[in-house]
C-alpha cells in the first residue's frame, strides 16, 4: 500500500474512496457500454471516486488493437455458429476469451489523478492476480513474453487496458473455473506454443469462485490502497453521485 514521508518517516496513506459495483454475469457489449459511462461519469468532475467493477461474461472473443483472426485456430462460422460472439475492441493487447468461471475486473480509474504511469498501474493489475493466486494455494508470477500472470508456460490472468484522457478501462481477467474448450479455437494473446491453466486446475483443494472473488476484490482494495463502497449500476445512469 502507498507510503508517504512526513518528518523524514514514512507514514501509511489512509484508503482513498472507491465505487466498488458487482454487476454479476453481463453480456460483453453491455459491459463495455457501461465502462464507457463510468469514464465519462469519472471525466464530468475532477476528484470524483475512481469505480472498480466486477463481472463475469458469457462466453466471447474479444480482438485487442493488435488482436485479429489470424490467431483463430478454427473458422469464424464455426465459433458463430456454437453461439459465442467476437468484439472488436479499443483496450489493447491481441485476441483473448472471456466466459463463465472467470473474474473479470474493470477499474476505471484515473491515473493522471493518482500519479500512476501506465507500467505501474499494469503491474499493480498483475498483483492483484498474484496476490490472489497465492492466497488459493498457486505460485504465479509475470513472464517476459506477455503481460498478465502465469504458472510455468501456462497464463493464468491476462491484462489489457486503454486509457482515454488520464482514465484507464478495461482491465483483467482472472481464470478461476472455468472450461478451456473456448482457449483451443485461439493462440491466446496471440502467442504460440503456450497455454492457460486456472485456480482450479493448479490447486490442491476444491476451488470456491464466490471465495476467490471475495479475495480478488480484497486485493484490489490492498494494492490500490482503496476503501470500496458498494453501489448499484445506476451511479452513472440517473442514480447517486
Known amino acids: 500500500m502507498p507510503l508517504r514521508l512526513t518528518s523524514g518517516r514514512k507514514v501509511q496513506e489512509s484508503p482513498a474512496k472507491a465505487y466498488l459495483i458487482d454487476l454479476g454475469e453481463m453480456d460483453y457489449r453491455d459491459a463495455h457500454q457501461f465502462q464507457v459511462d463510468c469514464v465519462q461519469w469519472r471525466l464530468l468532475e475532477k476528484g470524483r471516486p475512481d469505480i472498480f467493477l466486477v463481472t463475469e461474461h458469457p462466453p466471447v472473443f474479444t480482438l485487442g488493437k493488435r488482436g485479429g483472426l489470424g490467431s483463430l485456430t478454427v473458422g469464424e462460422e464455426f465459433i458463430i455458429s456454437r453461439g459465442v460472439d467476437i468484439v472488436q475492441t479499443e483496450r489493447g493487447g491481441d485476441i483473448t476469451y472471456h466466459g463463465p468461471g472467470q473474474i473479470?475486473?474493470?477499474?476505471?480509474?484515473?491515473?493522471?489523478?493518482?500519479?500512476?504511469?501506465?507500467?505501474?498501474?499494469?503491474?499493480?493489475?498483475?498483483?492483484?492476480?498474484?496476490?490472489?493466486?497465492?492466497?488459493?494455494?498457486?505460485?504465479?508470477?509475470?513472464?517476459?513474453?506477455?503481460?498478465?500472470?502465469?504458472?510455468g508456460d501456462n497464463k493464468i490472468g491476462s491484462i489489457g487496458i486503454r486509457v482515454r484522457h488520464g482514465v484507464a478501462f478495461h482491465g483483467l481477467a482472472f481464470n478461476v473455473t472455468l472450461d478451456f474448450e473456448h482457449f483451443s479455437?485461439?493462440?491466446?494473446?496471440?502467442?504460440?506454443?503456450?497455454?492457460?491453466?486456472?485456480?482450479a486446475s493448479e490447486s490442491r483443494e476444491p476451488v470456491d469462485f464466490s471465495a476467490v472473488k471475495l479475495n480478488v476484490i480484497h486485493q484490489l482494495g490492498q494494492v490500490f490502497n482503496?476503501?470500496?463502497?458498494?453501489?448499484e449500476k445506476t451511479l452513472v445512469t440517473g442514480g447517486a453521485a
Open 104 to 151: 473479470v475486473i474493470y477499474p476505471i480509474v484515473h491515473l493522471r489523478e493518482a500519479g500512476l504511469s501506465v507500467k505501474t498501474y499494469v503491474e499493480m493489475l498483475e498483483e492483484v492476480m498474484i496476490s490472489s493466486a497465492v492466497d488459493s494455494g498457486v505460485v504465479a508470477g509475470r513472464d517476459e513474453r506477455n503481460r498478465g500472470v502465469w504458472v
Open 185 to 199: 479455437w485461439i493462440q491466446p494473446c496471440g502467442l504460440s506454443g503456450v497455454g492457460v491453466t486456472s485456480i
Open 226 to 231: 482503496r476503501q470500496f463502497t458498494t453501489t
